[in-house]
């Protein structure tokens, strides 16, 4: 058979289909893929300029007596919603651009996200009856069409006529013979039934799709469906979502707050850094952000208060018992000291007058929270001049880890840098971690009443010859009430060995180094490539 108004490859793939109703999705996907189909012979039914209460473009290329052939047109951020296809037994979906496609698990009730990832351009996957999945274009700016053929054995009018679209705001399946849009007015609306329960990251994600849809179209188009948009942004950031993210993580947390469901985790961290972006552009819209204060405030929380409290109290009075330290006579230089949080404690409980205490960091936002607790210098320690403040100073103190930020190749420099602000006698004493870190850190921090949360995903990666821990992080607050989402991004530590950190301290402190847990506070000996907490503290005489 010749179809004239198909280009040669649609041709070939109606042509089988004529010739066999009996398909698998698999068979379907082959044929796709063998086809040979380019976007050029897509054009012809492109849609592009669909009507922005369509979330998509749809043409039909061709009908037959028990298969269609269409074509969707994605602009960017175009996105389907969770649907199945009606009484498709067969089919599949080629796609000519960088798609996003995630599938779901409707069981019991229930509906969860399966899989969410990035497709390439020219993928294609298979559709069977029991598919329920949604796709879309995430990218910013590349427009791209997508080949989707349905089948059954026997013939039919509408092969994806009473597809279920499921709404999770309204809470509904709804049956429909069109597009599996957002918003869909009632008239495209045939009966509706109760909609499975979603888990978070899926109701979160519906969400945030369906509010970004909603604002490109014009409110009289979703009001005579009963959205607003307040609701639905209520929805993705309202408090009450607190509780049903902390069961969410208990259940997928062991009591070390590790994760326990890779998959779910990731599909987690995904939808809520879309919640995250949606914030940031929501923000940018309105009032000035002030993300780096927020950041600030959540690493108090989630970071140095429970650091603090957990071991870097504890390794501070056995350093002042230890080594028999008077601090209302010393002279105190911290670098790095972030918010100032363990500097105010050395004030408060130590007794370091005020006056004497300085503490120094390269972040402006952090130094703009340290400035409420301690006096303090925006400096690079990497640029610091032989003497810091006109004096040498009687401790030099490092806290967090802060060496590990630093280049990995000016590791070395930083200690002899801190050396050399030391008077002779004078004692450094700073907290490092162990090259194998990565097997005590949590996948999940919360602050002491649970009202922020640090997602975090570490993994081990190797840059010239070195050896870091990079963590990806995302942080969820509901401090002032409304769920406030931060994606911190990737933060990468530099993994030294423990002999080369004491090697380096040996070389530029003549008066003895000292390497304990920092939990423990067990020395550590000389042969040593670990310890058990991970963390270890170094206390160098010069
Ligand atoms: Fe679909």
Known sequence: MVFHNLPPSLQSI?????????????????????????????????????????SYGRKMAYKGPNFEIMV???????????????????????VFGHAEHATFRVDSGRISTLARWQMEPFEAVGVHHDLVHQMGNPTKDQPFLSLHVYGEPKDDASITGDARVFDLFKQQIQHVDGGVFFALPPAAVGFTEPAPIPDFPTKTRFHIELFRRMRKMAPSDYQRSGYTLEEVQSAIYAPQNRDF?????????????????????RILNHELKE????????????????RFHRYAE???????????????????????????????DQSVLSLGCGTGLAERHLIDQFHVPYAQLWGTDISPAMLAEARKRIQAWELDLLAMEENTGGHPWDIVYSGLNVFHYLPHTAFEQAVKAAASQLRPGGYFLGDFITPDHIRWYPNILYSHNKQVISLRTPQLVEDQGAMFQESEIVNISF??????????????????PMNRVRRYFERYFGGGVDLYDAVTLAPIPEVADSCPSTRYIVIAKK
């Open 14 to 54: 109606a042509n089988h289909l004529h010739q066999n109703r009996h398909l698998t999705p698999g068979q379907m996907r082959k044929l796709l893929l063998g086809a040979n189909v380019q976007p050029i012979d897509l054009l012809p039914w492109a849609d592009f300029d669909h009507p922005d209460a369509d």
């Open 479 to 496: 401090a002032d009430g409304p769920m406030e989402v931060t994606y911190a991004g990737k933060h990468k530590r530099f993994l030294p």
């Open 275 to 290: 919640a995250a972006k949606l914030l940031r552009e929501l923000q940018e819209e309105t009032t000035q952000s002030d």
């Open 245 to 265: 993210l902390l069961r969410c993580l208990e259940a997928n947390s062991n009591s070390d707050g590790r994760q326990t469901n890779s998959v779910y985790w």
């Open 72 to 94: 969707m047109s994605w602009k960017p951020g175009d996105f389907s919603s969770i649907h199945d296809h009606g009484h498709t037994q067969w089919g599949a979906v080629q």
């Open 298 to 328: 959540f690493y108090d929380a989630v970071i140095g208060q429970p650091s603090l409290d957990q071991f870097m109290r504890q390794y501070l009075e056995f350093f002042t018992h230890q080594y028999r330290i008077s601090w209302p």
